[in-house]
């Protein structure tokens, strides 16, 4: 491992974070991302579900990533490909894409489906 580098495995989900930098998180398998300074707390969860082919889910991500940029530290933003996890989607009942499930210490509070703005996002988040 890298010294500017520290993983942790915690219930099957190892995150590995880049100090002050946005850092990739793999779990089970899932290809999310979140920013280094929420450290993975796991407090309040922002999960975007999504495919590579759907285009909603294309028109959301820079959405998604500039709330992920302005709300590090209050909020982890998790992305999960559910053409690659289709466990992970079938675990939260995602239906329809994109779907924003919001967990707050590991219990769901809050779920839109579809295009929204980022303010509504961040409603949906309670921020």
């Not at 028109?59 to 940029?69: A, G, H, I, T």
């Not at 809050?110 to 921020?127: C, F, P």
């Amino acid at each position: 491992m890298f010294p500017h580098m520290k993983g942790n495995l915690i219930g099957g989900v190892f995150i590995l974070a880049l100090v002050g930098a946005i850092a990739a998180v793999v779990w089970n398998g899932v290809n999310a991302r979140e920013s280094a300074a929420a450290g993975g707390s796991g407090d309040l969860v922002l999960m975007d579900f999504y495919a590579d082919w759907c285009g909603p889910c294309r028109q959301m991500k820079p959405v998604v990533n500039d709330l992920r940029s302005e709300l590090a530290g209050q909020l982890t933003v998790m992305e999960v490909n559910v053409d690659s996890n289709p466990d992970l989607a079938r675990q939260y009942n995602v239906r329809s894409i994109p779907c924003f499930v919001v967990t707050k210490a590991g219990t769901e509070v809050a779920r839109r489906v579809g295009g929204m703005s980022k303010e509504s996002l961040r409603e949906l988040a309670g921020l």
